[in-house]
């Protein structure tokens, strides 16, 4: 679902293990990917600052942060729809939620 030329930040890993992504599957649309882990001692003191400062950007409207519907991930089809007639979409991936 990434679009040409995209950037793919990897901010965890459910298994525990590194990402090895298809590089076949990444040069098609020439995709790059970064690793991101908010919680390594070089970003723990800039959080402050930086919650600070999104809040800011929020409360003066210049960072908006659009919702999107949350489909389950058996209704797949219905958020690939919605996707590509408006844009974002979540998905549940939760078993149990009603």
């Known amino acids: 679902m ?6 793919l930040v990897i901010y965890g890993y459910l ?5 090895t992504p298809d590089p076949d599957a990444l040069k098609t649309k020439n995709i790059t990917t970064t690793e991101f ?3 390594q001692d070089e970003f ?6 930086l919650n600070a400062e999104s809040a800011r950007l929020v409360a003066e409207g210049k960072l ?5 519907p949350v489909y389950k ?7 690939l729809a919605y996707f590509r ?5 979540l998905l549940d991936f939760h078993p149990h939620r009603a």
């Not at 298994?15 to 990402?19: A, K, L, Q, V």
């Not at 723990?44 to 600052?49: T, V």
């Not at 007639?85 to 979409?89: A, R, S, Y």
């Open 37 to 39: 882990w908010m919680y």
């Open 85 to 89: 007639n408006h844009g974002k979409v």
């Open 44 to 49: 723990l003191p800039r959080l402050p600052a």
């Open 64 to 68: 908006v942060l659009p919702s999107a």
């Open 2 to 7: 990434l679009t040409d030329g995209a950037l």
């Open 73 to 79: 991930a058996a209704d797949f089809p219905e958020a």
């Open 15 to 19: 298994s525990g293990r590194p990402f």
